[in-house]
């Protein structure tokens, strides 16, 4: 299989706090993007970072890429019970095929 | 914008029978995509389009076709489904300018159950 691997699989904290999720994936990129997924929904884009970019924040979302390890991690701040969802990362190599991760499920408990 | 749209929201087959699940977008995207999603395997790439009259296999095509006479459309079909493909698909598109584009929209996702 292609997939990316994230972790931790799933994460549970309390209203607040941080919480931190890594994504690491195989190939050579172009970029790498995060998406929400609430419960039964579809994907919502949060943020993407480009190979060339070491971070990213977009209001409580922190992203950063080290491609010579091959990994990203996202952080939220103050997280709040609305943040629950299972995140996703999704790695572009230019070729049209978008490489998603398994997913890491957060539970932000209020 | 309505933006992507997916029908139906839920269906159950029967094994051996056949099916198309319909995706459309207003965007005037030229890339649309369908993804499958099983528990704990994240969004699997089955079949992609960069616009009308072309499309090409992504990571899991078998037993799975498509086709694009118009940007707006990208339907899905099953040809003879199997339990092996229950799962929800999500089609997704962006615009195939990808210089600093490259966010991808999805549609709310289609269940399907094969019994």
């Known amino acids: 299989s292609q997939q990316g691997e994230e972790d931790p699989q799933a994460l549970s904290i309390q209203e607040g706090e941080n919480a931190t999720m890594n994504c690491s994936y195989k190939?050579?990129?172009?970029?790498l993007q995060w998406y929400r997924q609430n419960s039964g929904r579809g994907l919502v884009h949060l943020i993407l970072?480009?190979?060339?970019?070491r971070e990213k924040h977009s209001g409580r979302l922190r992203v950063t890429l080290d491609t010579s390890k091959k990994s990203s991690s996202l952080l939220i701040t103050a997280s709040r019970a609305a943040d629950t969802a299972s995140y996703f990362c999704?790695?572009?190599?230019?070729?049209?095929?978008?490489?998603f991760g398994t997913g890491t499920r957060l539970k932000v408990l209020a | 914008n309505a933006g992507v749209t997916q029908t139906p929201k839920f269906q159950v087959l029967k094994t051996g029978q056949s099916m198309t699940l319909q995706c459309a977008q207003d965007m005037n995207h030229e890339y649309m995509s369908w993804y499958r999603q099983d528990p704990g395997m994240g969004l699997r790439l089955i079949h992609y389009s960069v616009g009308a009259g072309i499309t090409d296999q992504g990571e899991v095509p078998n037993g799975y076709n498509v086709s694009r006479s118009t940007t707006e459309d990208f339907p899905l079909r099953l040809l003879s489904a199997a339990p092996s493909q229950t799962s929800v698909y999500f089609c997704?598109?962006?615009?195939?300018?990808?210089?600093?584009?490259?966010?991808?929209?999805f549609g709310p996702g289609t269940r399907l159950l094969v019994l």
């Open positions: 997704a598109s962006r615009p195939r300018r990808a210089a600093f584009q490259e966010t991808q929209y």
């Open positions: 190939t050579s990129i172009n970029n």
């Open positions: 970072i480009r190979s060339n970019e």
């Open positions: 999704a790695t572009d190599a230019g070729t049209y095929k978008y490489i």
